[in-house]
Nanobody, 125 residues
Framework: VQLQASGGGLVQAGGSLRLSCAASGFNFDDYSIGWFRQGPGKEREFVTGYHYGGHSTVYSNSVKGRFTLARDNANNMAYLQMNSLRPEDTAVYYC???????????????????WGQGTLVTVSS
């Protein structure tokens, strides 16, 4: 089982980035997908998650309207489109997957069984 996140980099405030998450070794269709981030000196926080059972996507208030999660089940890929980036979005971003994620624990890192290695996003002011 492997998740590989990529696409991070340095961008100016107001810019955009698209992160990718490549999954392998499990049935991607049957798993919920989440994106989390961890900024300098901060705890890992929920960004967005897709609950496969309810076919619903949830966003944290801090990124709602700016970030979009997308899935390509045919190619076992997930994406995080990030627009209108702000300096406070600077963090290492992680994709995660889990078969036991439900609506009540979608935002909890502990609900996810598999994690990618993280990709660094730096937003300059």
């Amino acid at each position: 089982v492997q998740l590989q996140a990529s696409g991070g980099g340095l961008v100016q405030a107001g810019g955009s980035l698209r992160l990718s998450c490549a999954a392998s070794g499990f049935n991607f269709d049957d798993y919920s997908i989440g994106w989390f981030r961890q900024g300098p000196g901060k705890e890992r926080e929920f960004v967005t998650g897709y609950h496969y059972g309810g076919h619903s996507t949830v966003y944290s208030n801090s990124v709602k309207g700016r970030f979009t999660l997308a899935r390509d089940n045919a190619n076992n890929m997930a994406y995080l489109q990030m627009n209108s980036l702000r300096p406070e979005d600077t963090a290492v971003y992680y994709c995660a997957a889990g078969p036991s994620v439900n609506r009540s624990n979608l935002q909890s890192p502990r609900a996810y069984a598999y994690w990618g290695q993280g990709t660094l996003v730096t937003v300059s002011s």
